[in-house]
């Protein structure tokens, strides 16, 4: 196996000259059979396997505190599930689809044939960086594409280890590493690939989108924004609380579909934050001490954390402490509702990321669905509450990327559910099937048979052709 090199020097031509060698490589086997395809997802599970605890290691030592548990909750088993989960269904997501011809059509037959693109960039953030950037290589390489993998400068330690991991397990013109910060980034999303995987914030999507038009590279964008809860009248705020609570602090905050803030009817407030208070106890007995709660990734983003807080207060907003005291030197921060918070402070103008929970009243269900339609469209919405009506009506009035009702993340937790944005959080989708076909060409094949009743249109046109018209006319 060839070892996938650290961006030295110029990264712009390092990243040219190994796409061009996976191109190349691609050329010489456009469609890989299924066996083809199976070994890379083998040699891929084989490598989680082997890697699993030194990648813990590095992810636990990058954020500063991330226990192993919550890495193979989390990235891990999610993306071992889904190379199973490819390797179980690929042979029938390979089979070209026979397609029904329309009378004009007849006696030709048509097929659909799945093709891979070609070589697949897949840019990644740190939050999950496993799970993020091998959970879309699982659809680039079941769909028969070879892949570079750009992981983020925020986790440098996995970075590193993915790099010599990959190296072991796949030729360099079949997958590779590439290491770097915005600069190698901005490099890597401006190379002709024949398509990119990028997830990350909405800002840095906004570049992406624009570097890969110029190549008329085709992207998936898997952004981020507030994703609301809402918790209607009819929920029952015993269970509802704590699930919301796991969800809001798994990985403290620090989760793509996490809910961003909770709508809550204006009298309930009270109960809701005293269920809060219980269900951080039972869950996170201790923010410090037992390592289950995971470090904020950076001083900049605990700064920028505490600065959130502090405006909302200084706006006006009520800050209710959820737990303990957190832990600055470990970046452990203390998770905290706020109550009141002003819309014009950036705790509800911007994705907050962190385990801040804004707690916005709300008097009727209406004026709820008014909220969350007022704003950018989300990439998770959560809704809990036992009235079937309410449920309904919250579903067909809102758009957002994806929804559990009565729970929180799940529903990105099912390779079978298509995962992905809408609008500000992003557009295609990948997980299951659907990963499979955002990396492939669909081909459209029609084939004509022996005799074709389209001669009888070719000129010159004579009376035929007129009544062959007025045929088509009233029933094609
Ligand atoms: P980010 O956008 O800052 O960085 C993501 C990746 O983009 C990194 O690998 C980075 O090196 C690269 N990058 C930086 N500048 C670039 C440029 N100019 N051109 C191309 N690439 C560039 O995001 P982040 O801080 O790593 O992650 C947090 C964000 O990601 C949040 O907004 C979160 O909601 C979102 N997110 C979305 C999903 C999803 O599946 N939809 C999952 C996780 C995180």
């Not at 921060?333 to 009243?361: H, K, N, R, W, Y």
């Not at 298509?418 to 955002?438: D, K, N, Q, R, T």
Request: charged share 20%.
């Amino acid at each position: 196996m060839d070892g996938s090199m650290p961006v030295k020097g110029n990264a712009a031509e390092m990243i040219s000259d190994i796409l061009a060698r996976q191109k190349t490589a691609w050329a010489l086997d456009v469609t890989p059979e299924a066996a083809v395809r199976l070994d890379r997802l083998d040699r891929l599970e084989r490598m989680i396997g082997a890697w699993s605890e030194r990648f813990s290691a590095a992810i636990s030592a990058d954020f500063g505190n991330r226990s192993a548990v919550s890495t193979t909750l989390t990235d891990i088993v999610p993306t071992l599930a889904a190379i199973r989960h490819a390797r179980r269904h690929l042979k029938r997501w390979m089979r070209p689809r026979r397609v029904g011809l329309s009378w004009t059509g007849w006696p030709a037959s048509a097929l659909l044939i799945r093709q891979p693109f070609g070589v697949v960039g897949i840019v990644a953030p740190w939050n999950y960086p496993l799970n993020l950037v091998l959970s879309p290589l699982v659809g680039a390489l079941a769909a028969g594409n070879r892949a570079m993998l750009k992981p983020s400068e925020l986790t440098p330690g996995f970075s590193e280890a993915l790099r010599v991991a990959v190296g072991e397990h796949f030729a360099e013109d079949e997958v590779a590493v590439i290491a770097g910060g915005p600069e190698v980034a901005a490099a890597f999303t401006a190379a002709p690939f024949d398509h990119l995987i990028f997830t990350g914030s909405t800002a840095v999507g906004r570049k992406v989108a624009e570097a890969a038009a110029k190549n008329l590279t085709p992207v998936t964008l898997e952004l981020g924004g507030k994703s609301p809860a809402i918790l209607d009248r009819s929920a029952d705020f015993e269970s509802a609380v704590p699930r919301l609570i796991w969800g809001k602090l798994l990985n403290a905050g620090q989760t793509c579909v996490a809910p961003d803030y909770v709508l809550v009817p204006r009298d309930r407030i009270e109960v809701f934050l005293v269920a809060a208070k219980a269900a951080v106890a039972a869950q996170y007995p201790t923010i410090s001490a037992n390592g289950d709660y995971t470090s904020i990734i950076s001083e900049r983003h605990f700064e920028r954390l505490t600065r959130l807080v502090d405006e909302a207060r200084e706006k006006g907003a009520t800050v209710v402490s959820l737990a303990g005291e957190g832990d600055p030197e470990r970046r452990l921060f203390s998770p905290v509702a706020v109550v009141g918070a002003p819309d014009d402070c950036t705790l509800m103008q911007e994705e907050i990321f962190g385990p801040i929970l804004p707690v916005v009243p709300y008097d009727t269900a209406d004026e709820a669905i008014a909220y969350v339609n007022g704003r950018d469209r989300p990439l998770a919405l959560y809704w809990f509450g036992t009235d079937r009506v309410s449920e309904r009506k919250v579903l067909t009035s809102t758009i957002a990327g994806g929804v559990t009702v009565n729970d929180t993340i799940l529903h990105l937790s099912q390779d079978d559910l298509p995962f992905g944005g809408v609008g500000a959080s992003g557009y295609g989708a990948y997980h299951g099937e659907a990963g499979f076909l955002a990396l492939s060409k669909e081909k459209p094949v029609l084939r004509q048979a022996r005799w074709s009743a389209v001669t009888l249109l070719y000129p010159p046109y004579g009376r035929l052709a007129d009544w062959l018209l007025k045929l088509l006319s009233r029933f094609a």
